[in-house]
Every structure is written in structure tokens, then in C-alpha cells.
């Protein structure tokens, strides 16, 4: 059974930073592109980031460019989000995602649970 | 970045209604078209891919349509476990793209 669990959203003030940690099971993790999508309260979905199978292709929403990195350890069957400089804004469920493809189209077949990450003073 | 347009934002309806959901995009995506329902507190699930297949688990009452800007989701006969957010994503270029979502409420 596929599995993505995040882990270390908290509270955290602005300016603040945080390490998001995505763990997946029941997959070969190092054969599939991974992302990063947030959802602030009450809002729609929005695309954070996302990383190639083997790391060497790396892509970043505008908003967070420059204060957030994703990297992952495909040894450890890990997914990260270093989030540095983090405002109010920031503040929403984080989920990690599979890329999946099929019939010629990508899509998010499995997704974590969330983990809220709040900013604020 | 391609932007989705969904309508409507929400919308009631009662057990056993037919539910249409619209999704526009701002440019042509062919059929680069995903469906998914979220309830409150979990995760996005997948329901329909490239436009108009049904992912692996999900109910036939689920149908999507459409292609080039115009989409639409179908729910033929809507039951009490439907009444959830409704979100499109184009998958034709990066970054992936989300609509707003459409909120399907009980009436």
C-alpha cells in the first residue's frame, strides 16, 4: 500500500524556518518526481515545488523562490521542504504528492495527510 | 502559468440531483485535465485523469468531459458521501495549475 506521511509543521514565527519531512512506503520512492502543493485555510490549492526522481531537476513556485528547498534521500525514501524566512503567508497545509502518469497525462495519485505549518507572532 | 477557472464556487444540492461542475482554461491544454474531490480535513483524492478517465476505485457516477479550455465533472446521481470540494488541475505545462475549487453542499 502506497504510503506519504508528513511530518514538522508548527508553529513558527515570521522570519522563522522549519523542515517539512515527507516519509513514503509501498512504492519504489527513487522512480517518481515528487511535489510540494499548500493549502492556506479555507483556500484552494496552490503548487509549491517539486524534484526530480534522482534530485537533479529541481522547480519553485514564484512566491517561495529563494526561502524554500526541497531535496530528498531516496535511500531514506524521504521528501523534504527546508522552509527559511517564512512569513504570514506561508501559513497553510502542506502536502506532499506522487507525480503519477497514465494514458499521456501526469496527475497527483497519492497525496500525504497534511501537516499544518502557522506563522505568526 | 496557465490559469483554471472553475464554476460555480459552490453549489446545494440534494441526494439523487445531477451535478455539473465547469472548468476553464486560460489557454488550450488538449486533454491535460485532472479531477479531485477533498472532504474537510483530509487530503485531495484523485477522480478523473486526462479529461475523461475514471481513476482505479472511484464510483462510475463520476464522469469528466471536455477538451482544449472547456471541462466539465458530472456526478449523475449525487450521494451523501459526495458532498465535498471539487478542484481542476491542467497538467499540460508547468507549474501544474489548480482551479479555485467548487464546494458541493447539501441543500
Known amino acids: 500500500e502506497v504510503q506519504l506521511v508528513e511530518s514538522g509543521g508548527n508553529l513558527v514565527q515570521p522570519g522563522g524556518s522549519l523542515r517539512l519531512s515527507c516519509a513514503a512506503s509501498g512504492f519504489t520512492f527513487s522512480s517518481h518526481w515528487m511535489h510540494w502543493v499548500r493549502q492556506a485555510p479555507g483556500k484552494g490549492l496552490v503548487w509549491v515545488s517539486r524534484?526530480?526522481?534522482?534530485?537533479?531537476?529541481?522547480n519553485y513556485a514564484d512566491s517561495v523562490k529563494g526561502r524554500f528547498t526541497i531535496s530528498r534521500d531516496n535511500a531514506e525514501n524521504t521528501l523534504y521542504l527546508q522552509m527559511n524566512s517564512l512569513r504570514v503567508e506561508d501559513t497553510a497545509v502542506y502536502f506532499c504528492?506522487?507525480?503519477?502518469?497514465?494514458?499521456?497525462?501526469?496527475?497527483?495519485?497519492?497525496w500525504g495527510q497534511g501537516t499544518l505549518v502557522t506563522v505568526s507572532s | 502559468d496557465i490559469q483554471m477557472t472553475q464554476s460555480p464556487s459552490s453549489l446545494s444540492a440534494s441526494v439523487g440531483d445531477r451535478v455539473t461542475i465547469t472548468c476553464r482554461a486560460s489557454q488550450s491544454i488538449s486533454t491535460y485535465l485532472n479531477w479531485y474531490q477533498q472532504k474537510p480535513g483530509k487530503a485531495p483524492k484523485l477522480l478523473i485523469y486526462a479529461s475523461s478517465s475514471l481513476q482505479s476505485g472511484v464510483p462510475s457516477r463520476f464522469s469528466g468531459s471536455g477538451s482544449g479550455t472547456d471541462f466539465t465533472l458530472t456526478i449523475s446521481s449525487l450521494q451523501p458521501e459526495d458532498f465535498a470540494a471539487y478542484y481542476c488541475?491542467?497538467?499540460?505545462?508547468?507549474?501544474?495549475?489548480f482551479g479555485g475549487g467548487t464546494k458541493v453542499e447539501i441543500k
Open positions: 488541475q491542467q497538467s499540460d505545462s508547468s507549474p501544474l495549475t
Open positions: 524534484i526530480n526522481s534522482d534530485g537533479t531537476t529541481i
Open positions: 504528492a506522487r507525480l503519477g502518469y497514465n494514458s499521456g497525462c501526469y496527475f497527483y495519485d497519492y
